[in-house]
């Protein structure tokens, strides 16, 4: 797992390297506040998170808040308004810490994706997932290491990507070896029609502008082609058994490529229905059936949590006071 967490594969480390190349995004600084509320086991979201709205622009005006809000809610106004600025002008973004994103909670998550349009949902799917926090404890124990970079919020623009366009590239001593796709769950006549441009367009791109530029010279690279028929990056990687795993091909290969061009494996015919990897990050049984048989939300259920909460901390208060 460390491996996947080396300086250089986090995107605050090679994006400014590979902008024009790779998909839009924003990268947000993660103050030392909110690292520490990340950590905290309460489940509060912050002020501004409940209670923004777009018509609402107002960040530093607490005139709005009660004393027992502002007592007992977090509130990071400056940092809120850096996140509420990016989703203003990209409307909708996917999120991420400097290596992985919150696939594993996106069950918590209204749109059950990591599409975000609310500060609400931003804070929710960082609070809840394991991955970032393990990004953010990996980031903690190396704190004092000039090579590991500071944590860091991406926000990359949200576009509909079809899967079929996805794929991983694996680079060996500095040659592009491999390119795979990345939806192994079903067969695409895409990729079939397509194989030999997808194959000269992902060579193009690597020869241009990543061969020699990257930090390492054995890695892997994630990518898409849109439309366009413009391949743009999405990620860096590793190239070992965690990258190769659920691919087309194994790491034993990669090694022992001996062609002077890189093979391009794709499943060429339909073998039915395959589990895909998000199933394994879908909300528990129980909570599923209870939202099923209710009216409620999971936003409004965490609220009504957090106002109990706060009704529970005034009771020890007033107690306290008594005594």
């Given amino acids: 797992m460390i491996s996947n967490l080396q300086p250089e594969f986090s995107f605050c480390s090679w994006y400014k390297r590979f902008q024009k190349q790779s998909l839009v995004a924003t990268i947000i600084p993660i103050p030392d506040e909110i690292l520490k509320y990340l950590e905290y086991d309460v489940f509060l979201l912050p002020l501004e998170a409940i209670k923004h709205s777009p018509a609402d622009n107002d960040w530093s005006d607490s005139s709005s808040q009660t004393e027992e809000d502002s007592e007992y809610q977090p509130s990071f106004p400056e940092f809120s308004k850096s996140i509420q600025d990016v989703i203003d002008e990209y409307e909708g973004v996917f999120i991420k810490s400097n290596w992985s994103s919150p696939s594993d909670a996106t069950w918590v998550a209204p749109t059950k994706s990591l599409q975000c349009q609310t500060l609400e949902e931003i804070y929710l799917l960082l609070k809840s997932s394991d991955r970032i926090a393990n990004d953010l404890s990996v980031l903690k124990r190396w704190s004092d290491r000039s090579d590991y970079p500071r944590p860091c919020l991406v926000l990359k623009r949200w576009q509909d990507i079809n899967p079929c366009a996805e794929y991983r590239c694996f680079v060996i001593d500095d040659e592009l070896v491999g390119i795979t796709q990345r939806d192994m769950s079903r067969y695409y006549t895409y990729n079939e029609l397509e194989k030999y441009n997808i194959k ?94 209710s009216n409620e939300t999971l936003i409004n259920a965490i609220q009504k949590e957090v106002e109990k909460q706060n009704q529970e901390q005034d009771k020890v208060i007033d107690n306290e006071e008594c005594t």
């Fill in 200 to 293: 000269a367009d992902i060579e193009k791109l690597f020869t241009e502008h990543i061969k020699g530029n990257f930090s390492l010279t054995s890695y892997s690279f994630d990518v898409i082609r849109n439309e366009n028929k413009k391949v743009k990056i999405v990620d860096f990687g590793p190239v070992d058994e965690s990258t190769t795993k659920g691919t087309l091909f194994t790491y034993e290969e990669l090694q022992n490529h001996t062609s002077d061009t890189p093979e391009f494996r794709f499943i060429a015919e339909d073998i039915g229905i395959q589990p895909t990897h998000t199933r394994h990050f879908c909300i528990p049984q129980e909570i599923s059936e209870y939202f099923h048989t």
